[in-house]
């Protein structure tokens, strides 16, 4: 059915027909195809910033300084002004409109690095249901720290981590968690998930999931530490039975000496056990799954109940050709701690999943709005088409389902709920720019998004560099998006390799 690109008619249209029953919000999302980032200003007059990204509910701007020792939070505001003449579009914008501020409204500025510390910049974590932010500290890695302490070999050390629970309403530092001498993968958040109020924390140094929930009062509680122990009461089994096992061998000590067998000290060996969770992991292969190699590296929550757990190199999965590395994925039930599922990084079954409940692993909460428009295979016929079409187009099956699978655990809150990206109503090309929150190369030439109903009308398009072009083309430049999940407002931020100044861009409806 064509639909008018007259918002007036849309609007009539809505009033007129009812869509069918669950389609209501998905069809007022159409209006977004009349309703489009139409103007950019380019080279804005911008404060000297690291962009973060939106907070899911649109109301917040997360900014850095660019110390990396402050938190800087904006409100999207929007460009307003007087016109007198009757065809404002023609009229050109006022001199403020070169301005950041004229667009977002400085709320408040806080220090969350302390000394030798820095702010991870590509680490934020946004709870919808208390508006609570969760940002991240540390001080600089060490590359040859000594193993100690039940540490992994060859896995550097941070000397201190700290998490932030900050109240982004007015910036209020609620509660604090520290970690000394460990390893937490903090870059797009992917050593850490979140679920609805659940955080889980992964120690590559120590290969343990420590489990913190985020109470209604803004504090952090320590819920259990997976690793070394399942249950609660495994240390303190453990640590009773060593007791007694050393009592009795004192005892039955002492009465051989009195026997005059001439025993005058006995020496304890300490036991060396695998941790608990690499037991149950053994004890599940024994029983029909083999296995090569088993150090975790990354985590992420299915559900209240169940973890999806990664094993495979201590780099985390996050060197290049990671879909090459053996690795291997467990699912896990914390409540029974038991391994339900146990995959190699090849299985066509896992795979299978992921094509067709790939909504599951994109979820941080099981009552979240926004994330059920993000476009993934098992949601949209678009992006499972451009998947399948990418399948076929592959050499190799198996290493086609590597590369998809090296993707998992999908790091978590990684994808904009913006509008633009439904593949149900947008073309764009992917190459260039997509949902992930990840740089990409950029180009001098815009990005365009096609109309999906209208399949030759370009809508709208985005040039993330200067207007007149790069004056050095050779200089290789990245560039990243931050689009507001409901508003047609988007920033673009182009910076190169070299110490150049970036160029940040917005792009709005006029």
Sequence with gaps: ?????????????????????????????????NIVPSHTIYDIECPDLLFRKFSDDGQYLITFSRNHQDLIVYRTTWLSFSCKNHYCDAQDLPSKASK???????????????????ICKDFFLYTERNQFGIFATSSAQI??????????????????????????????????????????????????????????VLSLRYQRIHIIQIRDTGIFVDVRAIGEFCREDDELFLNSSAQYMTKSSVTGANQDDTHGNGLQQVQIQEVSFLSGLKQRLLSFIVQGIWNEEDDPTLVQFLDHHHLLIKFGSVDGGVARNAENHPAFFAVYNMETTEIVAFYQNSADDLYSLFELFSDHFYSSSKNSFLVKFISTHS????????????????????????????????????????????????????????????????????????SRKQPNILKFKIKPGPESGSADARAKKISSFLFHPTLPLAISVQQSLILQPAVVNIHFRR
């Design 100 to 118: 950041f501020e004229s667009f977002f409204t400085r709320l408040y500025s806080v220090t969350l690095a302390s000394a030798g510390e820095l």
């Design 143 to 200: 590359h040859d720290a000594p193993a100690v302490g039940g540490a992994v070999q060859g896995v550097p050390s941070i000397e201190k981590i700290t998490f932030h629970l900050v109240r982004l309403e007015d910036g209020v530092i609620l509660d604090e968690r520290i970690f000394h001498n460990d390893y937490i993968n903090l870059a797009h958040s992917m050593g850490v998930f979140l679920y609805d109020d659940l955080l889980a």
């Design 379 to 450: 949601n949209n016929i678009h992006a499972l088409e451009q998947l399948r079409c990418n399948k076929d187009k592959a050499n190799s099956l198996p290493q086609f389902v590597k590369k998809m699978l090296a993707t998992l655990p999908i790091s978590c809150q990684s994808q904009s709920p913006s509008p633009y990206f439904d593949h149900s109503l947008f073309r764009y090309d992917e190459k260039l720019i997509s949902a992930a929150d990840r740089h990409r190369q950029s180009t001098d030439h815009p990005i365009k998004f096609i």
């Design 1 to 33: 059915m064509f639909r008018s690109n007259n918002v007036a008619a849309r609007v009539f249209e809505r009033q007129i027909f009812t869509p069918a029953p669950g389609t209501s919000v998905h069809c007022a999302r159409r209006f977004y195809e």
